[in-house]
């Protein structure tokens, strides 16, 4: 999808405070960083909450060259104390945090501000809980509720089995799944070139089943489907066009919650599934992040808990010790 126009939703910039400078931000965020349109949105939103907080706070002028003055550390302080005093939960004051460190290295690099006063600024820890999975069991009637729809050759049945293959087996995010263009399979060596977050690629191998479903789908769904407007997208919707990441999502919620057994998840259920399952099997930690996409090992490591809840629960119910 492309970038938004700042004039699609955005009303006059000259009526916001401080100016145009929440669009110039957002240019930045777009041009600068390739954020995703959805980080795009809720940076613009938190800023706009931090400079209209800024205007009542000093009760002055609010142009673009009267932010020098207006953005401190007390001031972002004070805002993200309010923010905690409505009630905001951790995660959102967190993602506020990052929105102003971002915005306030924006603004220091650009001349608005003399200093990056946020450098200093500490986000409270969020805290972490262990994602929904499917058991092994769980997810292999969930992939199979999906073969026995496909049996007859439905096309839209073929692409509902692809899609889950796809976000369990190779651990994908819906995003980088609906991203997938035909190009961007090596049927040879069966791997994905993936497009993840920040614009890094990365290579996703996936197995035999997937294999059948991938070409299930290219032989005898996809032809089906495609119209004029498909271009080079992989999965499509009943219209032609690129599958949308909506109804992915609408798609692994409808198949779970046929399948007997399985509770109803969502696509990013399917990834912490298929990351725990390998993380169980015995992969290395190093290569579950790799398949991933995670920038760090710590963001894998919330899996081993996962592992390690259920070798508890295992080690109580077995063990005499216990």
């Known amino acids: ?38 980080t795009v949105r809720s940076y613009r ?31 972002l302080r004070g805002w993200l104390a309010a923010q905690v005093g409505a009630g905001a939960a951790r995660s959102t004051v967190a993602r506020r945090v990052a929105a102003a460190r971002s915005f306030s290295g924006w603004a220091a690099r650009t001349g608005l501000v003399p200093t990056d006063v946020a450098a200093r600024l500490e986000a409270p820890r969020a805290r972490r809980h262990l994602p929904e999975v499917l058991d092994l069991d769980q997810a ?3 992939i199979r509720t999906t073969e026995l729809a496909a049996a007859e050759g439905d096309p839209i049945a073929l692409r509902d089995r692809l899609v889950v293959e796809l976000l369990y087996s190779c651990g994908i ?12 399979v090596d049927t040879e060596r069966r791997l994905l070139r993936v497009v993840g977050k920040g614009d890094r690629e990365r290579a ?30 992989l ?45 169980e099997g015995g992969a290395d930690l ?9 920038s760090t090992p710590a963001t894998t490591q919330i899996y081993t808990h996962v592992s390690a809840d259920r070798l508890r629960a295992a080690y109580r119910g077995a063990h005499p010790r216990a």
């Open 1 to 38: 999808m492309g970038p938004v126009s700042t004039s699609e939703s955005d009303g006059d910039a000259r009526s916001e405070p401080f100016g145009g400078v929440v669009d110039d931000f957002a240019d930045y965020l777009r041009t600068g960083r390739s954020r995703s349109e959805a």
């Open 45 to 75: 939103s938190d800023v706009r909450g931090l400079l209209a907080h800024l205007v009542l706070d000093t009760d002055g002028p609010s142009t673009a060259a009267d932010l020098r003055g207006a953005l401190t550390l007390p001031a």
């Open 140 to 142: 292999a009637e969930t």
């Open 173 to 184: 995010r819906v995003a980088e799944l609906c991203g997938l263009d035909v190009d961007d």
């Open 204 to 233: 996703v191998p996936y197995g035999p089943p997937a294999d059948r479903a991938l070409r299930s789908w290219l032989d005898g769904g996809r032809p089906t489907l495609a119209t004029a407007r498909s271009g080079p997208s």
């Open 235 to 279: 999965l499509l919707g009943a219209r032609g066009g690129r599958l949308d990441p909506r109804a992915a999502r609408r798609i692994v919620n409808e198949v779970t919650a046929a399948t007997p057994g399985a509770p109803r998840v969502s696509p990013h259920a399917l990834r912490h599934s298929s990351a725990t399952h390998l993380l």
């Open 286 to 294: 190093r290569h579950v992040q790799e398949l991933l996409g995670h």
